[in-house]
């Protein structure tokens, strides 16, 4: 009985830390959607704004926790319009060329405005 308890106490414990780390991840993905844009959006978001003045939306967001290394971006636009989702994606590249030699990886959404 007594290690019954000993391993149940063990349990416990284990279970209470694993939600403590929980709640620090938690907490800091709350503080990083509350937060304002990092340099990297910031500047990434000013290349697409230059490059697609048409666009009715425009999201960047940096995904590797604001390290700079993974981006993602959603971006609507009139400038996509009649084109195939990878010709817009091409677009988007392009416009980017000198910022994506420093990322690990972008994740692109692209889309014609509806009215």
Same mark, same amino acid.
């Given at each position: 009985? @007594?290690?019954?308890?000993?391993?149940? +106490?063990?349990?416990? /414990?284990?279970?209470?830390?694993?939600?403590? %780390? =929980? $709640?620090?991840?938690?907490?800091?993905?709350?503080?990083?959607?509350?937060?304002?844009?990092?340099?990297?959006?910031?500047?990434?978001?000013?290349?697409?704004?230059?490059?697609?003045?048409?666009?009715?939306? @425009?999201?960047?967001?940096?995904?590797? +926790?604001?390290?700079? /290394?993974?981006?993602?971006?959603?971006?609507? %636009? =009139? $400038?996509?319009?009649?084109?195939?989702?990878?010709?817009?994606?091409?677009?988007?590249?392009?416009?980017?060329?000198?910022?994506?030699?420093?990322?690990?990886?972008?994740?692109?959404?692209?889309?014609?405005?509806?009215?």
């Amino acid at each position: 009985m @007594l290690s019954c308890k000993r391993s149940l +106490g063990s349990t416990i /414990a284990s279970s209470l830390r694993a939600l403590r %780390s =929980n $709640e620090v991840l938690i907490s800091s993905q709350v503080n990083r959607f509350l937060s304002t844009q990092t340099d990297g959006e910031v500047r990434i978001s000013k290349v697409l704004k230059e490059k697609f003045p048409l666009a009715s939306s @425009l999201k960047v967001v940096d995904i590797s +926790g604001g390290c700079g /290394a993974m981006y993602e971006i959603h971006i609507e %636009s =009139n $400038e996509f319009k009649g084109k195939r989702t990878v010709q817009q994606h091409q677009l988007v590249n392009q416009a980017l060329k000198d910022e994506i030699q420093g990322m690990h990886g972008l994740r692109i959404f692209t889309d014609v405005p509806k009215h």
